[in-house]
């Protein structure tokens, strides 16, 4: 019959008092050992400003910070990196002197941004920019406008201009157009505002004068979706891919192969009453699924909507008013335009999107929007209040500044 372990200080009580003799000491040794690592790894949190080396994640569990995003490159950060949370354009004026003057100016301006730019999304003097947790997540975009590329004679695509009017256009001259534009984005307005500083006294020094700024921001998305916009549906569902991008964004093989067009629209939305109506209405005035995105003859955000599907009475199925509709690439021949759009809420009556959309041909955008003027469901619930189009430099590779093809 099986029996518990004799207990020694039961047995033999003599045993028993050196055994616990014993392991009184080694309980007293073990709580010494354990107050003097206290003290060690608190000496040295103070000693390193309360940060112990190489534990900053392991104590709070943070994630490693991301890493930063280069400058330098054929195409600028601002279009080949995924998109920011946050964004900030800004607009400027090159006074007019001599063609030469303004040229030796430009040229000027142009390399203080490329040093400005590049030492802001890297290692930055600026102890504003040296955040604990590393260099700030930035992308930048420089563009000209058609006014001083026709003044100076600059080396952009043929045709480059200004964009038409548009029925239904109440455009503020002061929130729009430029000589010069630069959109900045990062991860927090903190960087934006201390970037937008730096390049604004870089533009100053060089002569060039502020004419507009507006700010915006995405909500919350997860990477690889797509974010949404202030009525609630996803925006940039149907961007290209990299190949269609060479074909419809990016300009021919040759100088202007790295650059592009972009056509900005400051849209202004009545989100309340496009939110008053039905779910129903707003997803047929949409031509797709709030929920989803997807579009209303398909069944997954990314489904090409079918534009000849109709229900058993004839009607279609996708409205001939619908967004979707009046967007298709397939009335412009296949082409599509890459959207990088951003929300703004400048007042509670005065909030909507930021329209930033990069084409080749601006004459694809204007197609579009004349279209969508003329009988887009959206229209009661959309004004136009600001426009700029600018050509999108290519990029700055190491060793060189932005423009450089511009003078050869």
């Known amino acids: 019959m099986p029996t518990e372990p004799e207990n020694p200080s039961l047995s033999n009580p003599s045993a028993g008092a050196a055994a616990s003799g014993v392991g009184r000491r080694r309980a007293l040794l073990a709580a010494g050992a354990v107050l003097a690592a206290g003290v060690g790894a608190a000496v040295g949190e103070l000693t ?6 190489g534990r900053a994640g392991a104590a709070t569990g943070a994630p490693p910070p991301e890493a930063p995003i280069p400058f330098h490159g054929v195409r600028q950060a601002g279009l080949t990196s995924p998109q920011l949370p946050a964004t900030r354009l800004l607009a400027f004026d090159l006074p007019v002197t001599s063609a030469a003057a303004d040229r030796e100016a430009l040229r000027a301006l142009l390399a203080a941004w490329t040093r400005t730019l590049a030492s802001a999304a ?3 003097p600026d102890p504003r920019l040296r955040a604990d947790g590393g260099p700030p997540r930035l992308t930048s975009l420089v563009g000209l406008g058609p006014a001083l590329a026709a003044r100076l004679a600059l080396a952009v695509p043929a045709g480059f201009a200004e964009l038409p009017a548009f029925p239904g256009d109440r455009l503020d001259a002061a929130r729009g157009g ?4 630069l959109q900045l984005c990062a991860d927090d307005p903190w960087t934006l505002a201390v970037v937008a500083e730096l390049a604004t006294t870089a533009a100053r020094s060089a002569g060039a004068t502020p004419r507009w700024a507006q700010s915006g921001f995405l909500p919350r998305t997860a990477p690889g979706t797509t974010p949404r916009n202030l009525f609630g549906f996803k925006d940039g569902t149907a961007n290209p891919d990299e190949d269609a991008s060479r074909q419809w964004v990016w300009g021919p093989p040759g100088r202007h192969e790295n650059a592009t067009v972009l056509v900005y629209r400051r849209i202004r939305m009545d989100t309340a009453a496009f939110a008053a109506l039905p779910g129903e209405q707003q997803d047929l005035a949409m031509g797709r699924r709030a929920g989803d ?6 069944t997954a955000e990314r489904d090409e909507p079918d534009l000849y599907a109709k229900h058993p009475d004839g009607a279609y199925v996708i409205p001939v008013t619908a967004h979707v509709r009046l967007t298709g690439p397939r009335l412009d021949g296949g082409a599509r335009m890459l959207r990088r759009g951003y929300s703004y809420d400048d007042a509670p009556g005065d909030r909507g999107l930021l329209f930033c959309a990069f084409v080749r041909d601006p004459g694809q955008f204007t197609r579009v929007q004349n279209r969508l003027a003329e009988r887009d469901a959206l229209n009661p619930f959309v004004e136009h209040t600001a426009s700029a189009v600018a ?3 290519p990029g700055a590779p190491e060793g060189t500044a932005l423009g450089d093809q511009l003078w050869a």
Request: proline content about 9%; charged content about 15%.
């Open 293 to 298: 995105g997807a579009p209303l003859t398909g």
């Open 391 to 393: 050509y999108v430099l």
């Open 122 to 124: 890297g290692a930055s």
């Open 48 to 53: 390193d400003g309360g940060r112990a080396p």
């Open 178 to 181: 430029g000589d010069l534009l």
